[in-house]
């Protein structure tokens, strides 16, 4: 779907890009994201997995000279928490408007960052997990939460569910390679989307 509306107030000062494969400067992520938010009304429960170059044609890149103007866009996916819902957009950095916006059903984003810190937490925070730790006599501190994506293998009750695999290791000091030394049994599941527990 092509979205016509114009985003025409700058957002951010956006840098001299010297030629169409340059990768997105931080500037142009901010831009791309703001636009995004401004224009398809996106709100606080959306994440944005992916946001990077959308590259401009073959023939424009074999053909470019120092100086042309070209159209800078920027694809984007994104993730509504809130309903687990995928979308990618793509958006024009040189008229800040959303090129296109389609809801891509049935699949998940990779993982981000922030839902591997927030899950690590959610879990060890959880009273079985600590149970389930304290009955090793291990150290909470020293346990390591490592989310993994689970995959999809036609499970009813985990159809369209963000879920992660919590790998647990334990480190001998805080520097240690916790890789080193895996917890057996102690696997657990976690919805991402709501940030809890869904099996231990």
């Known amino acids: 779907m092509t979205v016509t509306q114009d985003f025409s107030t700058k957002l951010v000062d956006l ?68 309903t687990g819902e995928a979308f990618e957009a793509i958006v024009s950095l040189t008229d800040q408007k959303v090129m296109d916006w389609k809801h891509i059903p049935d699949i998940q984003p990779n993982i981000m960052a922030d839902e591997l810190s927030e899950c690590e937490a959610t879990v060890k925070a959880h009273p079985d997990f600590q149970a389930a730790v304290a009955k090793r006599n291990l150290d909470l501190e020293l346990v390591v939460v490592d989310p993994w994506a689970i995959g999809h293998f036609g499970i009813e009750d985990e159809d369209g569910v963000r879920l992660s ?8 000091t805080p520097e240690s390679n916790f890789y080193a030394r895996p917890i057996d049994g102690l696997i657990p599941v976690v919805d991402l989307n709501k940030m809890q527990v869904v099996r231990n």
């Open 15 to 82: 840098p001299e890009v010297k030629h169409p494969l340059e990768p997105l400067a931080a500037a142009e992520v901010a831009s791309a994201v703001a636009i995004v938010r401004a224009v398809q009304n996106v709100g606080e429960t959306f994440r944005f997995p992916c946001v990077t170059l959308h590259e401009p044609p073959k023939e424009l890149v074999l053909n470019f000279q120092a100086g042309d103007k070209f159209d800078r866009q920027a694809f984007l996916i994104l993730l509504n928490n809130q």
């Open 165 to 172: 695999r919590c790998l647990c290791y334990l480190r001998t």
